[in-house]
């Protein structure tokens, strides 16, 4: 292992991220089809086009889950053996308390007060899963969209090693506030950064914020190869790389089933991913994520991280929806031998 110079700090992680209900459903092509969704993708929608959707699952086995994808992450640092606080915008409702209830249980520290029912419910996303383990996203975000700036909980960050804020804050104009203020809050506090593209769309849409921010901000970036292509406008996945490492010091570039390229202090290394059947790569991004920030705020090294995160990448499309059960903390030794 390295050593870490911040094991000082009590927490690994401050996750900031959209406070989402996850509503799984097994769905065939045709129903994705039908719905004239982009298939692979999210999509954002209001209340009465995602309550259609969720209309014509009737008769579907329908799984819930607390979510959205900084959740999911620091629910995989938690399992881990790590520990995180989180901050995301729930309602007042039913939804609301699932969530906080949910992640608590899953040893996540979340006290984010929640707003009344008069702005909005929580917000939640159906998430269906076609045959060939592929995963479309239709979010309405309710009131995750009004996650302050005040809601950051500074005193709560000082005490963490990492942040980390999903790119999909980006679409509403306080998250993204919020996303802003706790970058800037962790480099006053001398907290290092991370962050998550999350989306190729985002990358599109939010091109110039996300370059700023990165150039700016950021001590990590986590990204997958159709993200880091968006990102650079460059087809090879290899020259994307060199480009990563000329603005970043360390970055997790993923690539599907093959792994992941870990770009670090000007230097490449390719780490191999896990072969395995997969039927929904839902939550495999997030649960990569949880691997390698676990594995950077515990003393291992950037390519141990990167392998544990591909392992329990590897575990989660074995299974539906976007998380495992219980702790893997167990597995660490047999992935990663001292």
């Known amino acids: 292992m390295t050593e870490n110079n911040q094991d000082s700090r009590s927490v690994d992680v401050f996750g900031v991220g959209n406070a989402l209900v996850d509503i799984l459903a097994l769905v065939e092509d045709e129903f994705v089809r039908g719905h004239g969704l982009n298939r692979g993708g999210m999509t954002l929608m209001d209340s009465e086009t995602q309550g259609g959707i969720l209309h014509d699952l009737d008769g579907n086995l329908l799984q819930m889950r607390s979510g959205g994808s900084a959740a999911n992450t620091m ?77 950051i909980d500074v005193d709560r960050l000082s005490h963490c090693k990492y942040s980390y804020v999903e790119g999909y804050l980006w679409d509403a104009a306080e998250p993204r506030k919020a996303s802003i203020e706790t970058m800037e809050q962790s480099k006053r506090l001398g907290v290092k950064v991370a962050f998550t593209f999350s989306d190729g769309f985002l990358v599109d849409r939010f091109a110039d914020d996300f370059h700023k921010v990165v150039s700016e901000y950021c001590d990590v970036i986590l990204c997958n190869a159709d993200e880091v292509r968006s990102f650079f406008k460059e087809e090879s996945l290899s020259e994307c790389a060199r480009k990563m490492s000329d603005i970043a010091d360390l970055a997790f570039i993923t690539n599907g089933a093959k792994g992941c390229m870990v770009v670090e202090n000007k230097q490449i290394v390719e780490v191999p991913g896990y072969p395995v059947h997969a039927i929904d790569t839902v939550g495999a991004g997030d649960a990569f994520a949880g691997g390698v920030l676990f594995g950077i705020t515990n003393g291992y090294t950037s390519a141990q991280a990167a392998r544990w995160g591909n392992f329990l990448a590897s575990m989660v499309v074995q299974v539906q929806g976007p998380r495992l059960e219980g702790s893997q903390a167990h597995r660490l030794s047999k992935v990663i031998p001292s």
């Open 75 to 151: 629910i995989g640092l938690a399992q881990s053996g790590g520990k995180a606080y989180y901050s995301g915008k729930v309602a007042k409702d039913t939804n609301g308390e699932f969530y906080r209830q949910d992640l608590l249980a899953a040893g996540i520290s979340f006290d984010v007060h929640p707003a009344t029912e008069s702005n909005g419910p929580t917000g939640t996303c159906v998430v269906l899963t076609t045959p060939d383990a592929e995963r479309t996203m239709c979010t309405h975000l309710g009131v995750s969209t009004t996650l302050a700036a005040t809601d």
